[in-house]
């Protein structure tokens, strides 16, 4: 009998990495990313990966594995997920998927179609609108076009808003061909049959606040402008919360306090769009932060091949 997957989601700063591997300790588990920055290396400040002493107690898969130049896909990190809970599930551990990109997580458990629209002479054309407008052109063009699409796409994430864009456009049209990345295998959890309970780490608005809050001053004490700085404005991965505002701290647009301010701010945005998205989640259980790992426990353990 194949093991089911735990999967463990929440807002940033909720404390969902803690739980996982308290949860991962207790069930000799392994963890999973699904975090869209966590992939990234060179990253850790920022997106608030693993550290070394976290990866020294449990196993990590899909953290810290891709280079911050490079664009990642919903379709590929299913793909890297499932062979990552293959891998887990071969050695004889469970595997508990922890991370808050929403749509990572619905993706991996089937609740979403993954789109094989493409077409690339729109692709091309986006690329030019791309270097010509700034990402708010594309997120309000986008919201013309699909308003609910683009309410689960943060306006900083120009990958996500372009690959939006031409499903949309090329949707259009009755000439699609599946050709890119995305129009890959459409293995899931559900396609494969395997069991899996989805859960959500519900903290108490102030109580995420103050963790916000905490995490911004622990970012900028351990270096995280300087990690901006290896980063670059020209990376991918520069559009995880935070980094153009600390490089434009770095040129001189604002003072130390005012990016404080800044990220304090994203972040809590961030927060509000991600509470926003797992609010329609298909099968989600919430459990409550007082109580989050005995009731994370019992979840677990109605899990086939966990009691």
């Known amino acids: 009998m194949t093991p089911g997957v735990l999967i463990l989601t929440g807002q940033t700063a909720s404390g969902k990495s803690a739980l996982a591997l308290e949860l991962a300790e207790r069930f000799g588990a392994e963890i999973v990313g699904a975090d869209s920055r966590q992939i990234y290396r060179g990253m850790p400040v920022g997106t608030a990966a693993p550290g070394d002493s976290d990866r020294a107690r449990v196993r990590h898969h899909l953290v810290g594995f891709l280079d911050p130049r490079e664009r990642y896909s919903a379709a590929r990190f299913v793909a890297d997920a499932l062979a990552a809970i293959d891998d ?94 995305d129009a890959g295998s459409r293995e899931n959890l559900r396609s494969r049959g395997i069991a899996y309970r989805k859960l959500f780490l519900d903290v108490s608005p102030d109580l995420l606040e103050h963790r916000i809050v905490a995490r911004v001053d622990a970012m900028l004490l351990g270096g995280f402008v300087d990690e901006a700085e290896r980063v670059g404005a020209d990376a991918v991965a520069a559009d995880a919360v935070g980094y153009r505002e600390a490089l434009a701290y770095l040129a001189g647009f604002s003072t130390r306090a005012e990016l404080r301010a800044h990220l304090i701010r994203k972040t809590r945005r961030y927060a509000k769009r991600q509470a926003t998205w797992f609010r329609t989640e298909p099968g989600l259980v919430r459990i409550p932060a007082a109580d989050a790992l005995a009731q994370a426990v019992a979840q677990a353990g109605a899990l086939p091949g966990w009691a």
């Open 88 to 181: 887990v599930h071969a050695r004889g551990k469970r595997a508990i998927v922890a991370g808050g990109t929403g749509f990572y997580v619905r993706a991996l458990a089937g609740d979403v179609t993954l789109s094989p629209a493409y077409d690339a002479d729109v692709r091309e054309r986006l690329a030019r609108e791309a270097r010509v407008h700034p990402p708010e052109v594309l997120a309000e063009w986008l919201r013309a076009l699909v308003p609910a699409r683009a309410a689960a796409i943060t306006a900083n994430d120009p990958y996500r808003i372009l690959r939006a864009l031409e499903i949309a456009l090329v949707e259009r049209t009755t000439t699609t061909t599946p050709r890119d990345e």
